[in-house]
């Protein structure tokens, strides 16, 4: 069974910075994503990263303050999170899939095949 190793999460004040990471246990993937999920709320996409040639997706709420990166000598991925407001609180998943989606079909959940657990992220004002 693959898995998905997040870690990362927290509490952090208003223009505070977290950092997430996701490890998939054993492979790589081709195409890897954060999608958050604030109580009430759906699950809404973040930022995605193909794996062969760092291209990039985020969404339109979070650029310029967060940034997707990968490690290939960790195999892992890392949500970079700065200047975070109390809308930025969800739990933060990660998700991943064997195919390298092109841009466009990066940010649909439905496009990933395996998911962490998720990391709370809360940010107070």
């Known amino acids: 069974q693959v898995q998905l190793a997040e870690s990362g999460g927290g509490w952090v004040q208003t223009g505070g910075s977290l950092r997430l990471s996701c490890a998939p246990v054993?492979?790589?993937?081709?195409?890897m994503a954060w999608f958050r999920q604030a109580p009430g709320n759906e699950r809404e996409f973040v930022a995605a990263?193909?794996?062969?040639?760092?291209?990039?997706v985020l969404a339109k709420s979070v650029k310029g303050r967060f940034t997707i990166s990968r490690d290939r000598a960790k195999n892992a991925v890392f949500l970079q999170m700065n200047n975070l407001n109390p809308e930025d609180t969800a739990i933060y998943s990660c998700a991943a899939t064997a195919k390298s989606w092109i841009q466009s079909a990066m940010s649909a959940s439905q496009n990933y095949d395996y998911w962490g657990r998720g990391a709370q992220v809360t940010v107070s004002s």
């Open positions: 054993g492979r790589t993937f081709g195409t």
């Open positions: 990263i193909r794996w062969n040639d760092g291209n990039t």
